[in-house]
Structures are given as structure tokens and as C-alpha cells.
């Protein structure tokens, strides 16, 4: 069965800093992939997808990702990070040839300190 | 472009009681999804339409959900009886492609 895991739960990082949230998953097929970001009571909002062609992705609000595929991951990452990227982030993965069913990682919450 | 729009975003039941929530999807995206977040998970699906036909309601506890997607435009969500494990907050999307999909700003459901 088709599985996303994001191993951090929680990371704080100082604002500035530079942040990479970690997202492998498990599938035979080529998936395509997302990252969403959802602010404390707000939806989700993409930040940048990949199906195919270059590896390394840029998205909105400065986040960009790579797809390795000899790792299995999409880790997400940005260069200096704002206090207002505090939020939960969700990595998910769409596997090509069904249904179009998104399949969310539990999600990593960004703290940022000042 | 308006985005995908839900209501009420806020509901507080007791159990037993029924609830339904509404979604209005992008203009012109033929597929939408409901989703089930609890707290500190991702979203699940709950159930997938393309235009007014069911895709996937693999994972609709059927025994007390129900959704309908009328015109293939709207569609309401419906929980009777309610239970306290359905405390939740409940994301509708679309989507034009199938891949990409929009989310609405939720319904956080508070089941007493």
C-alpha cells in the first residue's frame, strides 16, 4: 500500500535559519508529489507540486523541493525562513494511473522563533 | 478566481445529533473531494466525486455519512448520528486536472 512519512513532528528553527522538512514514500509506480502548508485554522495551500522533468521544484513563498528518486524522498527547503512560516506542513503523493487519490504524510509543525 | 468556499466553519453537536456542511468548488473543476482531518493527522478522503458521480467512497463510514453532489457544482456532507470520534475538521476540495487539487478553509466539527 501506498505510504508517505514525514519523521519530524515538530521542528523549531530560528528565524533567518535555513529549514529542510524531510518526506519519503513508498510506491511502485512514479508518483506525482505535493508539499501544502495549512496556518492554524486555515485550509491547505499548495506550495509547489512535481510530475516530472527537473528534480529540484520551485514553489511559492520562496519554498523549493527535490525528488530523489534513488532515496525515495521530496524533502522541502527553504533558504531563510520567516516568522510567518510557522504552520503545519504536509507532504502527499498522487500516484499516477488511478483515481487521482491524494495521500497526506501526518505533517511536520514549524515553530519559528525570533 | 474565487476559491473553494465552505460553511459553516465552525459547528459544535452533541452526539447522536446531525450535522451537514456545505462546499462550493471552483468554477469549472468537474472533480471534488471531501477529506477528514483529525487533530494532529492528515487529511483522510472520505469520498471523491467527478462531476455528480461517486469515484471513491472506499473510506465513507456509509452507516452515518452520506454526501451527494447535485448539478455536479455543490455538495453537502452529511453526518447522522454523530459520534464524539468524528470531532474533526472537514476540508472540501476540487480540482480541474484530478492531480492538483484546492482546498476550502474547513468545517472544524466539536462533537459533545
Redesign the interface.
Known amino acids: 500500500a501506498q505510504s508517505?512519512t514525514q519523521p519530524d513532528i515538530h521542528i523549531t528553527v530560528s528565524e533567518g535559519a535555513s529549514l529542510e522538512l524531510r518526506c519519503n514514500y513508498s510506491y511502485g509506480a512514479t508518483p506525482?508529489l505535493?508539499w501544502?502548508v495549512q496556518s492554524p485554522?486555515?485550509?491547505?495551500?499548495?506550495l509547489l507540486?512535481y510530475?516530472s522533468g527537473d528534480t529540484l521544484v520551485q514553489g511559492i513563498k520562496g519554498f523549493e523541493a527535490e525528488f530523489k528518486r534513488s532515496q525515495s524522498s521530496f524533502n522541502l527547503r527553504k533558504p531563510s525562513v520567516h516568522w510567518s512560516d510557522a504552520a503545519e506542513y504536509?507532504c502527499?503523493v498522487?500516484v499516477t494511473g488511478t483515481?487521482?487519490?491524494?495521500t497526506?504524510?501526518?505533517?511536520t509543525r514549524l515553530q519559528v522563533t525570533l | 478566481e474565487a476559491g473553494v468556499a465552505q460553511s459553516p466553519r465552525y459547528k459544535i453537536i452533541e452526539k447522536r445529533q446531525s450535522v451537514a456542511f456545505w462546499c462550493n468548488p471552483i468554477s469549472g473543476h468537474a472533480t471534488l473531494y471531501w477529506y477528514q482531518q483529525i487533530l494532529g493527522q492528515g487529511p483522510k478522503l472520505l469520498i471523491q466525486f467527478q462531476n455528480n458521480g461517486v469515484v471513491d467512497d472506499s473510506q465513507l463510514p456509509k452507516d452515518r455519512f452520506s454526501a451527494e453532489r447535485l448539478k455536479g457544482v455543490d455538495s453537502t456532507l452529511k453526518i447522522q448520528p454523530a459520534k464524539l470520534e468524528d470531532s474533526a475538521v472537514y476540508l472540501c476540495a476540487s480540482s480541474r486536472d484530478g492531480y492538483e487539487q484546492y482546498f476550502g478553509p474547513g468545517t472544524r466539527l466539536t462533537v459533545t
Not at chain 1, 483515481?99 to 491524494?102: C, N
Open positions: 508517505v506525482y505535493f501544502y485554522g486555515q485550509g491547505l495551500q499548495l507540486k510530475f504536509f502527499a498522487v483515481a487521482s487519490k491524494l497526506f504524510g501526518t505533517g
